[in-house]
């Protein structure tokens, strides 16, 4: 409360200030940034809230009787089975022993990871298209039912994982959940963008693999989740550039950094959805330009 306190009391003052706000050059920029950054915290903050899914999960987890009667010190045990599971290739039993131990008391990263894997494995090892999509169904399914109270670098590991998860049920020929990958992307590249400045390395990784998601031929190129998503995309680009600039300014910067970050930027600015919009390019002419000090970086313009 004590920060809402002090963001209220802040706009309360800017507002007294409303005649003179156009007169300083960053107001819209930064105004518009401190929105996007609220409007994410509070949706991530509805989305924690909100009531956990039922999960549906294999026969063979659906148990829903007490597998551990004292967590704290049977935690270890699951993980040795789970790892000693996995090693043996027995999936699905990984898969049962971190889904159970979950329903006893969230469980961390590490088991998580076991179980994304062991998912993953299991979707590849599928007889049939039915079971594969039946189970990356599952997946997708779990990774969503373990997101709610975690940190920001979790929620974003684990946004990741069921960005995976999405991928394959759309290879599958699930189209209807192209929509639901791009929720996810569009998630993960607004949470990296709260933790990290838009020219920095994590966030322009994520902004490619939007890009890149956006440029499959699974997409609905008319649909409402497209169109928005497509906003974010150019959005961030503006965002990137723009802080390109103040970077650059400031002349202390990493040489190697900066040089996957302008690698990372020229490979989003290739996507016809990038490379089409007019204002994005012209705006890449004016901004891209070689950094003084660094002979290295050759931009391709």
């Not at 979707?123 to 997946?139: H, I, T, Y």
């Not at 290739?270 to 012209?282: G, M, R, T």
Request: aromatic share 6%; proline share 3%.
């Amino acid at each position: 409360m004590k920060r809402i306190q002090e963001i209220q009391q802040n706009l309360e003052r800017l507002a007294e200030m409303d005649e003179h706000l156009e007169q300083c050059e960053e107001w819209n920029v930064v105004a518009q940034e401190i929105v996007q950054k609220l409007s994410t915290i509070r949706k991530e903050v509805e989305r924690s809230a909100a009531p956990t899914p039922l999960l549906l999960t294999p026969p063979g987890s659906c148990g829903s009787g007490s597998i551990y009667s004292d967590i704290s010190s049977e935690m270890t045990n699951v993980y040795t089975e789970a790892v000693e599971a996995y090693d043996q290739q027995i999936y699905s039993r990984c898969v049962r022993l971190v889904e159970g131990a979950n329903r006893e008391s969230p469980v961390d990263m590490c088991l998580i990871s076991l179980a994304h894997h062991s998912y993953a494995e299991m979707v590849n090892a599928a007889s049939g298209s039915d079971d594969a999509m039946k189970f990356a169904k599952w997946w997708a399914e779990f990774l969503d039912s373990v997101e709610a109270g975690r940190g920001h670098s979790e929620k974003i590991e684990l946004l990741d994982y069921e960005a995976v998860a999405y991928e394959k049920i759309v290879k599958l020929g699930g189209v209807a959940d192209v929509e639901k990958l791009i929720e996810v992307v569009v998630r993960s590249y607004e949470m990296v963008t709260l933790l990290n400045r838009p020219y920095h390395i994590l966030s322009l990784q994520k902004l490619f693999r939007l890009t890149n998601v956006l440029s499959s031929s699974e997409v609905d190129l008319e649909s409402d989740a497209f169109s928005s998503a497509k906003t974010v995309v150019l959005t961030g680009i503006q965002n990137v550039l723009r802080d390109r600039k103040k970077f650059a300014q400031l002349g202390k910067f990493n040489e190697h950094n900066m040089k996957i970050c302008d690698e990372l930027l020229n490979q989003i600015f290739e996507f016809d959805i990038v490379k089409n919009d007019e204002n994005s390019n012209s705006c890449r002419q004016f901004s891209m330009s070689p950094i003084p000090g660094l002979n290295d970086i050759v931009m391709r313009l």
